[in-house]
Each structure stands twice: as C-alpha cells, then as structure tokens.
C-alpha cells in the first residue's frame, strides 16, 4: 500500500499571503490528522477530518482551517500567513472508525517558509 | 493539564551500547501510548504502540518499551544500538476513549551514535 503522501513538498510564501496544503491518506483510511512542527512549540495537533467532518481541533487561530472531500483526501489552508506560521505541516492517517485514537501513519510533511 | 515529558532532550551512545529514553505522561486516564522516529527532514515513523494487554511491547528495528502505570512512564529501549538509530524520537499519548485522533507528544529526545 502506499504511504501518506503530501503535496507540495516545499512552500516559500511571504507575509500576508495564503497557502493551501495537500493531503492523501493511506487508502482505506478515513481519518486524516494534521500537526504543526515547529522549533520552539514542538509538534502541535491543528485538527482531524473524518468522514468530510471536522471533529476535533487543535488551539490555533481561526486563520487556520481544513477540509476533507468524500475520497478522503485532506486540505488545510492558512490565511494571511505570519512569520511564526513558518513550520513543517505533517498529515497522519489513521482508519478512524473506532471512537478512540488509532495508529496514526504520518507523510513527510510540508516544509513551509513566511518570509 | 494533559502532558507529555521526555526529560532528555539530547543522547549520545556508543554504537552496540543499551539505549533507554524515557517518557512520563499526565493525563486523566490511562491513554494510548506510541514512539515515533523521525530522521532529519522527514516525517514520523511509528516505532510500537500501547494500547492494553502485556505492557512490555516490541516493536520495529529492535525497540521494546515499557508501560508502567504507577510510574506514568512509557519508556524506550533497544539492547544493542546501530549507527542508522541516529534520529529524534518522540513519545505520544492519545485518548483510550472520546477524543479521537489528537496525539499529545513529548519535545523529542535527539540519539547522537558514536562509532
């Protein structure tokens, strides 16, 4: 099976802008996570989709949001984008239907730059 | 307050010497516990998970952990350590039941190996 996969790679974006991020979960997996990794905060969960629905997020400003279409596949965007937003975006994947954390696989990730 | 600690934020050993990391959590209930590597640039790789059952767990490349209630404390231990171990390795828990999918993990201990 193929992992997680996570598009682009690399983003160098400036202040202001917005930015979209991509996410394939493992196939068959319905739950798609997504975490923040930065220098000083560590690794932080922003939110989880299941099924299309958020259904549970992470403390971070309402700048940040998500989505996830019927295949599963996840997007999260950051509007009007800050220095400190500078991280890399992990995507994790679980099968999500059981009510309580599953195995989590994650992607490499999205280096992302606010220049 | 949820928590995860990893009192270690930096290891060195000698290439074929023990390892242990360690690993205490403070949350309401017994959580789900999991080690994560992940090597420079890349994402997370899942070492072993705990869920319930035997609370000695093995997992992949050699690593086992420990589940100790009374202590908190979800340690890491490989026997014999390889150069390619080098990398930071992360704890996490998540919620054994609600919650869903939001891993609360530790600040990382980074493994330096010697030759």
């Known amino acids: 099976k193929a992992g997680v996969t996570q598009t682009p790679r690399y983003l160098i974006k400036t202040r202001g802008q917005q930015v979209t991020l991509s996410c394939s979960p493992i196939?068959?997996?319905?739950?798609v996570s997504w975490y923040q990794q930065t220098p000083g905060q560590g690794l932080q969960f922003l939110f989880e989709?299941?099924?299309?629905?958020?259904?549970n997020k992470g403390n971070f400003p309402g700048r940040f949001s998500g989505r996830q279409f019927s295949n599963s596949r996840s997007e999260m965007n950051v509007s009007t984008l800050e220095l400190g937003d500078s991280a890399l975006y992990l995507c994790?994947?679980?099968?999500?239907?059981?009510?309580?954390?599953?195995?989590?696989?994650f992607g490499p990730g999205t280096r992302l730059t606010v220049l | 307050a949820q928590s995860v600690t990893q009192p270690d934020i930096h290891i060195t050993v000698s290439e074929g010497a023990s390892l242990e990391l360690r690993c205490n959590y403070s949350?309401?209930?017994?959580?789900?516990l999991f080690w994560y590597v992940q090597s420079p640039g890349q994402g997370l790789q899942l070492l072993l998970k705990y869920f319930s059952g035997d609370t000695l767990v093995q997992g992949i490349k050699g690593f086992e952990a420990e589940f100790k209630r009374s202590q908190s404390s979800f340690n890491l231990r490989k026997p014999s350590v390889h150069w390619s171990d080098a990398a930071e390795y992360f704890c996490?828990?998540?919620?054994?039941?609600?919650?869903?999918?939001?891993?609360?993990f530790g600040a990382g201990t980074r493994l330096a190996v010697h030759p």
């Open positions: 996490a828990v998540g919620p054994s039941s609600g919650g869903y999918n939001k891993l609360i």
């Open positions: 994790a994947s679980s099968l999500g239907g059981s009510g309580r954390t599953d195995t989590q696989y």
């Open positions: 196939s068959g997996h319905r739950s």
């Open positions: 989709y299941f099924s299309e629905t958020q259904r």
């Open positions: 949350y309401g209930a017994t959580p789900y």
